[in-house]
């Protein structure tokens, strides 16, 4: 079986600086370096590092971008067969400010991403009947997100989707057509309408999500751990205590830890256990996708942190 992720695909130009600057103010950054990321291609490699066979489907665009992005995501073990070239447009770039708390801001351009359309429904098309899940985020246009969606609830493929960057206005007809919807706290109070800081509030949202049609919900709440709401159970599972140096992709480690734990059988409690493990690892590298924890780093990290 094999997790298939349709979605953005970026080069991240990342910058360290003692604090993140207020509007209108320039500070001296200690560090740069560029690196792949974007959401779909983020939660792909933190997949295929913890031994999943993993797809990914996406575009990147006419630049010299392009191959240092397809040469990294290979060097992952993720096939990049199903990756469009699009000579109309440059790749997706992210500009990532982190600061030394770990804390970041980002500004995407989406590049080829924004062209993400039929051609590559078809492809998915191709490789989903052989999978188990299917992710998708926000980062590709809304439309493409609800195509891909149907498409694989018709061949019984379980969606796992994370709502960012954050879309207060999902259509409707998505949520019935969601398995597992995983916001993080501010995605989770756009969706709902409220501001989400706490465990209660949190299954509050999750709860009025559950009321539109998706089956579970889990509210990511960073180094507090995360809430899931199914038909059956509420539960809250508590983060790992690590220190933090980079937040930047730990919600997308988180979401690659879950669907590697479901593709293996893992009881949904167990998968959000593996989506924090992989998140509090992620966290303690600098990076998105050089961030993303291997198999026996990650068996090792469980096995001392698990009582």
């Known amino acids: 079986m094999s997790i298939i992720v349709f979605g953005s695909?970026?080069?991240?130009?990342?910058?360290?600086?003692?604090?993140?600057?207020?509007?209108?103010?320039?500070?001296?950054g200690s560090n740069f370096f560029t690196a792949g990321g974007g959401k779909g291609a983020n939660q792909a490699v933190a997949a295929a590092r913890l031994g999943t066979s993993t797809h990914l489907i996406g575009r990147v665009g006419n630049d010299n971008f392009a191959e240092e992005l397809l040469t990294s995501l290979q060097s992952y073990g993720l096939s990049t067969e199903n990756i469009l070239i699009d000579k109309s447009t440059h790749s997706g770039v992210a500009i990532i400010a982190v600061d030394e708390t770990g804390q970041n801001n980002i500004i995407v351009i989406p590049g080829a991403n924004n062209n993400v359309g039929d051609a590559d429904i078809e492809g998915l098309k191709k490789v989903l009947p052989s999978a188990t899940s299917l992710l998708l985020q926000l980062e590709i246009p809304l439309e493409v997100v609800l195509k891909a969606a149907?498409?694989?609830?018709?061949?019984?493929?379980?969606?796992?989707?994370?709502?960012?960057?954050?879309?207060?206005?999902?259509?409707?007809?998505?949520?019935?057509?969601?398995?597992?919807?995983?916001?993080?706290?501010?995605?989770a109070g756009q969706l709902a309408g409220f501001r989400v800081n706490d465990t209660e509030t949190a299954m509050m949202a999750a709860k009025q999500l559950q009321e539109r049609g998706v089956k579970n919900v889990i509210v990511k709440l960073g180094d507090r751990g995360a809430v899931a709401v199914t038909a059956d159970e509420s539960f809250f599972v508590p983060a790992f205590a690590v220190e933090a140096i980079d937040t930047v992709a730990a919600g997308d480690a988180f979401n690659g830890g879950l669907a590697a734990a479901l593709d293996g059988g893992r009881s949904l409690s167990e998968a959000v256990v593996w989506g924090c493990a992989a998140g509090a690892l992620c966290a303690t590298k600098v990076g998105a996708q050089v961030a993303m924890p291997d198999r026996t780093t990650f068996d090792n990290f469980l096995q001392h942190n698990l009582v």
């Open 9 to 28: 695909i970026n080069i991240d130009l990342a910058a360290k600086t003692p604090r993140l600057p207020q509007p209108g103010e320039t500070i001296i």
């Open 150 to 187: 149907k498409v694989a609830r018709e061949l019984g493929v379980r969606v796992i989707l994370d709502p960012a960057p954050a879309v207060a206005d999902l259509p409707i007809a998505l949520y019935p057509l969601i398995d597992i919807i995983t916001p993080n706290e501010v995605e």
